[in-house]
């Protein structure tokens, strides 16, 4: 087995490895930590687990964890929801690069659907808010994509290739991916791998059967290169692009299903186009002298692009379109003295944003001709009180503005401009206790997040939820959090759990609430505003157990409450209702044989999730997504197989859906799959 494929195929083979092996954690600390050291609710999807599984998309991997709900307005489109927050509120990385910018919109959105899972190592997940490591946004949770080859010793030979093919039979999907690695010199490895995957109609369960008009075509490219200076210092350069054509919101067109009472929609055509490129130029080194014992500076550029076409009845036709380009540059530093772990750095992102509209001369779904600024600045200490008891404190300084140029005053309907800023100081202190080394911990946290409003916030003039239409708003502040967080982590050989408590404190968050107006297209015009004080609460446990040398079990469940303020009408009489999309109490139950030979495998799994009846009163006007009353319960069985016929090729096999369930996840566009046959070979040469 050549380079990185060794690990993966020793992955593969190992029915507990995840357990036996201590598992290290970067994106929590900004440092590599024991998962039991650390002291956040954490956890890792690796490589092996996206082949095994069958996942379709990044989102996909990302739903299948506890605490998470996966909305998906469409079937390119994917959003989860990490202890009740979604969108914009939860933060994207890409090798520690934002892939958040500024006007990624309210709610559910589509953005972290243009990444690749065939170009990843590993997806490392923080749940909960980490706004003093990286800022705004970082609210629900923190995902890390760590892409494939971070060192140049995870390319021992001199080439090696692979190729790999998942084709599904509901999805009516194929996908292909070809990557190539190679060792230029001792000190110099180059990678690359291109992705081609086409869906076609969605098949959901039972009566619902074929969903017209859900499928889209998709290509990936990625590209990395690294090279070793001299001992001390290394430059990672790499570029990605993903692209997706024609990507239809099925539930607005009449092409959409009803599904347990929900409405049909009335256009002929809403499609998307995405863009999504990202390149990086990183530079670490071990050693830098008095002031750190290593850092990272980075400098990348990313270009987002959304294109969207919309055909209604009597030949009406429209499009709009947004273009950002963001130039990122920042700086990490790391320095140990004596009990003292310093984690410092500073970091710096510009957007500059495009946008149109056939319909509106002035502006597209967000301000023209605008640019937003990101800076910060955050110090943290690890101390070490003895082997068992370390706390960390850490605070962090940020300021942001924006410059808007051209957006449609919502009162005279002419063009205005915009010039703002805001500053937030964040801070938080937690404590993790090693009860066992490297066996048993607990931990706790308290932590402040704040979330300053971006360009959607501000200018956004485009379609909201069904019926629903958003007009600028360009007096908002802030949204501040403040959590509090405490959970257990214990490993051994046989068993393994996780149980995790939070309580999250809302205030000002900024709510849409309707303005009493109609458009001429009989949409009800909505406004922001910072009223939105509230809570979030629930819990999450994780449960892995060796029943056998051959058979492993794992559960999950997780549940959650939570209300918030806003002004469910426009008489603005202040109420306190339910989170938007609220999940569902769900649990899960999986069983796993692996025989001795340790070259195949059989899990099987139970998904189950309560009815979603816990309604916002803009949730119960959802009605071409969310059924009266909310969306009902559902069970799912799932199969998967796999063989390892040698350590060169790979097989696996699922049956997901067993019983064929004709079931929505709560918010979603469309049903999910019904009974869907996947499989996937890998061959490496």
């Known amino acids: 087995m050549k380079n990185i494929n060794s690990a993966f195929y020793l992955l593969l083979i190992s029915p507990f490895a995840y357990s036996v092996d201590e598992v290290i954690v970067i994106t929590a600390d900004r440092i590599a930590v024991s998962e039991l050291e650390s002291a956040y609710s954490t956890e890792v999807i690796y490589e092996d687990q996206l082949f095994k599984q069958g996942f379709r998309t990044t989102v996909d991997a990302i739903g299948s964890l506890s605490g998470v709900l996966l909305q998906k307005t469409a079937h390119g489109q994917g959003s989860p929801y990490i202890r009740g927050f979604t969108g914009f509120r939860n933060l994207f990385l890409i090798d520690g690069v934002r892939l958040n910018n500024s006007t990624f919109r309210e709610g559910p959105n589509q953005y972290w659907n243009t990444v690749d899972p065939q170009s990843i190592s590993r997806f490392e997940v923080v749940k909960g808010s980490t706004s003093v490591t990286y800022g705004s946004d970082a609210i629900g949770g923190t995902v890390n994509a760590i892409t494939r080859i971070q060192s140049i010793e995870d390319v021992s030979s001199e080439q090696s290739a692979r190729l790999f093919y998942r084709g599904s039979t509901a999805e009516q999907s194929s996908q292909i991916r070809a990557s190539y690695d ?105 050693q830098l002298g008095h002031f750190a014992d290593s850092a990272d500076f980075t400098l990348s550029y990313q270009k987002q692009q959304e294109t969207r076409e919309r055909l209604r009845s009597q030949d009406r036709y429209d499009t709009q379109g947004v273009t950002v380009k963001t130039v990122g540059i920042t700086s990490h530093f790391y320095k140990l003295f004596n009990q003292h772990e310093l984690i410092y750095g500073v970091e710096y992102y510009h957007d500059d944003v495009d946008s149109f509209s056939s319909k509106n001369p002035i502006q597209g779904p967000v301000a023209d001709d605008s640019s937003y600024q990101w800076y910060g600045f955050y110090l ?44 937030d100081l964040v801070g938080n202190i937690r404590y ?39 007009t600028p708003s360009l007096n908002l502040d802030s949204e501040h959090y403040l959590s509090f967080d405490t959970g257990i982590k214990y490993r051994s050989e046989r068993f393994d759990y996780d149980l995790a408590l939070y309580y999250t404190d809302i205030q000002d968050q900024i709510q849409r609430v309707p303005t009493g107006k109609q458009n001429d297209e ?20 994780d449960l892995r157990y060796q029943l056998h040398t051959q058979v492993n079990l794992t559960a999950s469940i997780a549940y959650i409450e939570g209300k918030v303020d806003t002004f469910p009408t426009s008489e603005q009489i202040l109420t306190r209702e339910y989170m938007s999309r609220l999940m569902p109490t769900n649990a899960r139950v999986g069983l796993q044989y692996t025989p001795e030979s340790n070259n195949w495998w ?23 997504r969310i059924p009266p009353g909310g969306t009902p319960s559902f069970t799912v069985w799932n199969l998967s197989s796999g063989y390892v016929i040698s350590e060169q090729l790979l097989f696996s096999l699922q049956l997901n859906n067993i019983l064929d369930e004709n079931y929505r996840i709560h918010g979603s566009g469309q049903n999910e799959a019904g009974r869907n046959i996947i499989g996937s070979i890998s061959y490496n040469f």
């Open 522 to 541: 009989g949409e009800f015009e909505i406004t922001k505003m910072n009223l939105g004080d509230g809570y979030a609460y629930g819990g999450e446990f």
């Open 182 to 286: 190679a060792r230029i010199s001792d000190n110099s490895v180059f990678s690359v791998g291109a992705t081609g995957k086409k869906f076609g109609n969605l098949i959901a369960g039972d009566s619902t059967d074929e969903q017209p008009n859900t499928g889209y075509d998709e290509y990936n490219i990625d590209i990395k290169w690294l090279h070793t200076l001299n001992n001390d210092w290394q430059l990672n350069a790499a570029y990605f692009k993903t692209k997706q054509d024609d990507v239809p919101r099925t539930h607005k067109t009449i092409f959409s299903k009803s599904f347990a009472g929900t409405q049909l929609g009335n256009e002929l055509k809403r499609d998307l186009d995405q863009l999504h490129e990202l390149s990086y130029l990183k530079l670490a080194t071990t």
């Open 432 to 470: 993790n206790y090693q009860i066992t080394p490297k066996q048993h911990s607990a931990y706790l946290g308290i932590s402040q997040g704040f979330r300053a409003p971006n360009l959607s916030d501000l200018t956004r003039f485009d379609s909201a939820r069904s019926n629903e239409f958003e």
């Open 602 to 624: 059989l899990n099987t799994e139970l998904v189950a999730f309560a009815k979603a009846d816990r309604l916002s009163t803009r949730d119960k006007s959802d009605k071409q």
């Open 380 to 423: 943290q200490d690890k101390y070490s009180f003895n082997e068992q008891s370390t706390i960390d404190i850490g605070i962090r300084w940020n300021y942001m503005s924006v410059d808007a140029n051209k957006i449609r005053d919502p009162l005279t309907g002419n063009m205005t401009q915009l010039d703002e800023s805001w500053k």
